[in-house]
Antibody, heavy 113, light 112 residues
C-alpha cells in the first residue's frame, strides 16, 4: 500500500524558514517523480514544485521560485521542501504527491507574527 | 500558464441524481506523446484529494463506474451518474501536460 507521510509543519514568523519532509513507502520511491502541492485555508489547490525521480530536474511555481527548494534522498525514501523567506501567503496545508495518483495527508504551515 | 476554468463552482444534488462538471483549458492538453493529461480529483471533507480519473477518461482502481470522464483538446467533462452520499465534496480538474501544473477552481458537490 502506498503511503506518504508529511511532517515538519508548524507556526513560524514571517521571514523565517522551515523544512518539510515526506516519507514514502509501498512503492519504489527512486523510480517516480514527486510533487508538492499546497492548499491555503478554504481555498483551492496550488501546485508548487516537481522533482524528477533522479533529481535531474526540478520545477517550481512562480509564487515560490527562489524561496523554496525541493529535494529528495532516495536512500531514505524521503522528499523534502525547504522553505525560506516565508510570507503570510504561504500559510497552507502542504501535500506531497506521487505523480497525480497518491497524496499524503498533508502538513499545516502557518506563517504569522 | 494554462488556466483551467471549472464550472459550476457548486452543485446541489439529490441522492440518485446525475450531474456533470465542466473543465475548460486555455491551451490544448494534448502532449507531445499524443496523450492528454487531464485528471479529476475528489477532496472529501477533511481529507486529502484523491484521483478518480486520469488521461481524460481512465478510472483509477476502485472508482465506481458511476464516474465517467470525457472530452478532448481543451474541453472536458466529469459525469457522475446516480450520486451517492460518499460522492460529496469538492471536485478538481488538474492538467498534467504543461508546467506549471494547474488546477481548476473546484466544484463543491452538496446535498440538496
Amino acid at each position: 500500500e502506498v503511503q506518504l507521510v508529511e511532517s515538519g509543519g508548524g507556526l513560524v514568523k514571517p521571514g523565517s524558514s522551515l523544512k518539510l519532509s515526506c516519507v514514502a513507502s509501498g512503492f519504489t520511491f527512486s523510480s517516480y517523480g514527486m510533487h508538492w502541492i499546497r492548499q491555503a485555508p478554504k481555498k483551492g489547490l496550488e501546485w508548487i514544485a516537481l522533482i524528477y525521480y533522479d533529481s535531474s530536474n526540478k520545477y517550481y511555481a512562480d509564487s515560490v521560485k527562489g524561496r523554496f527548494t525541493i529535494s529528495r534522498d532516495n536512500s531514505k525514501n524521503t522528499l523534502y521542501l525547504e522553505m525560506n523567506s516565508l510570507r503570510s501567503e504561504d500559510t497552507a496545508m502542504y501535500y506531497c504527491a506521487k505523480g497525480d495518483n497518491y497524496w499524503g495527508q498533508g502538513v499545516m504551515v502557518t506563517v504569522s507574527s | 500558464d494554462v488556466v483551467m476554468t471549472q464550472t459550476p463552482p457548486s452543485l446541489s444534488v439529490a441522492i440518485g441524481q446525475s450531474v456533470s462538471i465542466s473543465c475548460k483549458s486555455s491551451q490544448s492538453l494534448v502532449a507531445s506523446d499524443k496523450n492528454t493529461y487531464l485528471n479529476w480529483l475528489l477532496q472529501s471533507p477533511g481529507r486529502s484529494p484523491k484521483r478518480l480519473i486520469y488521461q481524460v477518461s481512465k478510472l483509477d482502481s476502485g472508482v465506481p463506474d458511476r464516474f465517467s470522464g470525457s472530452g478532448s483538446e481543451k474541453d472536458f467533462t466529469l459525469k457522475i451518474s446516480r450520486v451517492e452520499a460518499e460522492d460529496l465534496g469538492v471536485y478538481y480538474c488538474l492538467q498534467g501536460t504543461h508546467l506549471p501544473r494547474t488546477f481548476g477552481g473546484g466544484t463543491k458537490l452538496e446535498l440538496k
